[in-house]
């Protein structure tokens, strides 16, 4: 066994899907271990961390002026570096800590596909920062086709669509690479906003992120085949301020009034599917026709998206298997395998002697 193969097995390699609303962390050998969503509560007077992750979450909305719980990761790319750090320093030490053993881990991070190499570069600095031997990047799309298990080296034609939290990427992959790519900045956080606005113009009412997540996980809905009936038309309340009382305020809200405030986002969506459809090369489309297109994401559950996608391009439409975890999965089958699917990657370092 070579030298670099022993220190490749004594590593504790991690793949860490950072996303805007969530991350998730998958080790090597053991599958995914954790997630967390992406909020960091911070002491503005002190400028210490006090939670990360789900304890992070609780305090949304909740917090004394001196404390502030912040995304540091915007679109799915880090705009707060030092936060984003300790974040990142966090995971790694909670992947590692039933590991005895000095050697830092590899790490491969899931990054959009649309990112400049100035974002590229604070990935991989903040990565290295936090505790990482060497640092490996990996396009969202790309992590998402091999965690469906796609033939993604093959030279046929495959098309997926992940809807994170921040981004949604668009992408045609064949022999290992991306063919053409759209990088959208319309998501889930898009998405709760919409229902956010819509409270605003309907009914004057202020209702905060978490309330509109939680109407968009239960009645969210973007397509209807025929019009639902007044059973089966799902309702659910709505509670937040009048902006014209100031006073506390619940109002019900059905399927169909949120299906209205989310069709615009999904109609941007399914456009740019399209534009990518018409970009895709002819003997691509024809294998992308008879395999379909992968929903892949968070934001693939969302009641109609793949009919309303199926109604749009005349092309088959699925969500694929446990679709959130798909890029952690993904880049944990790279990690299993780096030499095989070493083409596939951003960029990458020699393996290198920890000193």
């Known amino acids: 066994m070579s030298f670099k193969q022993i220190f490749s097995r004594l590593s504790q390699d991690i793949a860490i899907d950072l996303g805007t609303a969530n991350c998730l962390v998958c080790v090597r050998g053991r599958g995914i271990i954790l997630s967390e969503p992406s909020v960091v509560a911070l002491n503005k007077k002190t400028g210490q961390v006090l939670a990360i992750g789900r304890e992070a979450e609780k305090m949304v909305g909740k917090t004394p002026a001196h404390i502030i719980a912040i995304r540091p990761l915007v679109n799915g790319v880090i705009s707060d570096f030092e936060v984003t750090e ?49 640092v490996f990047l990996i396009e969202e799309p790309m992590a998402a086709s091999i965690g469906a298990r796609m033939s993604v080296q093959d030279a046929s034609g495959n ?8 981004t949604t990427e668009i992408a045609v992959i064949s022999l290992g690479g991306i063919v053409v790519s759209k990088s959208l900045r319309i998501a889930g956080d898009r998405l709760n906003n919409d229902i956010i606005q819509f409270a605003q113009d309907k009914y004057k009412l202020l209702i905060g992120t978490r309330t509109a997540e939680k109407i968009k996980i239960n009645i969210g809905a973007v397509y209807f085949e025929k019009e639902l009936t007044k059973n089966e038309n799902k309702n659910m309340p709505m509670r937040g301020r009048n902006l014209i009382t100031g006073l506390p305020e619940e109002v019900v809200v059905s399927q169909t009034d949120i299906k209205r405030a989310l069709e615009r986002s999904a109609n941007q969506i399914v456009a740019e599917i399209k534009n990518t459809i018409e970009l895709t090369p002819p003997e691509l489309l024809a294998d992308i026709m008879k395999k379909g297109i992968a929903l892949a994401g968070g934001g693939a559950q969302l009641k109609g998206l793949a009919e309303l996608i199926v109604k749009e391009t005349n092309i088959p439409t699925y969500i694929i298997e446990d679709p959130m975890t798909a890029v952690a999965r993904g880049a944990g089958m790279v990690l299993e395998n780096l030499d095989e699917f070493h083409d596939v990657l951003v960029e990458t370092e020699e393996l290198q002697a920890p000193k």
């Open 86 to 134: 300790q974040m990142l320093r966090y995971l790694i030490d909670r992947a590692r800590q039933d590991k005895f053993t000095l050697l830092k881990p590899r790490v491969i991070v899931g990054i959009p596909s649309g990112v400049t190499e100035v974002e590229k570069k604070a990935v991989k600095d903040a990565t290295k920062s936090a505790g990482a031997r060497e």
């Open 159 to 166: 098309f997926i669509v992940d809807i994170g939290g921040g």
